[in-house]
Nanobody, 120 residues
Framework: HVQVVESGGGLAQPGGSLRLSCVAS????????MRWHRQAPGKERELVAG???????EYSTSVKGRFFISRDNAKNAVYLQMNSLKPDGTAVYYC??????????????WGQGTLVAVPS
């Protein structure tokens, strides 16, 4: 069983910054992709940023150049540095990791989310 816990959310002013953290623990065999998603009120969940074990990164167009994803493999952790925040960044941010199980293949594990609020 693998748990994923996000932290670092909160209130930020427009133009401000926040750094989200996500740590996976439990029965971890190996993590390939680590991603951040977000879900704004009344909208579908969307991918914000992702990183594979070879440190290839991807970003949504709306955050590219402002958000930066990084990971610490030794800690099974992934981070999201969010700069120049805008009100449309208000959402619950979810961490998702792919745990590579010898018996099950890649198993996606999601955290409970952390709320980021950027008032207009």
């Amino acid at each position: 069983h693998v748990q994923v816990v996000e932290s670092g959310g909160g209130l930020a002013q427009p133009g401000g910054s926040l750094r989200l953290s996500c740590v996976a623990s439990g029965n971890i065999f190996g993590i390939n992709t680590m991603r951040w998603h977000r879900q704004a009120p009344g909208k579908e969940r969307e991918l914000v940023a992702g990183m594979t074990s070879v440190e290839n990164t991807e970003y949504s167009t709306s955050v590219k150049g402002r958000f930066f994803i990084s990971r610490d493999n030794a800690k099974n952790a992934v981070y999201l540095q969010m700069n120049s925040l805008k009100p449309d960044g208000t959402a619950v941010y979810y961490c998702n990791v792919g745990n590579v199980s010898p018996s099950e293949g890649v198993v996606d594990v999601w955290g409970q989310g952390t709320l980021v609020a950027v008032p207009s």
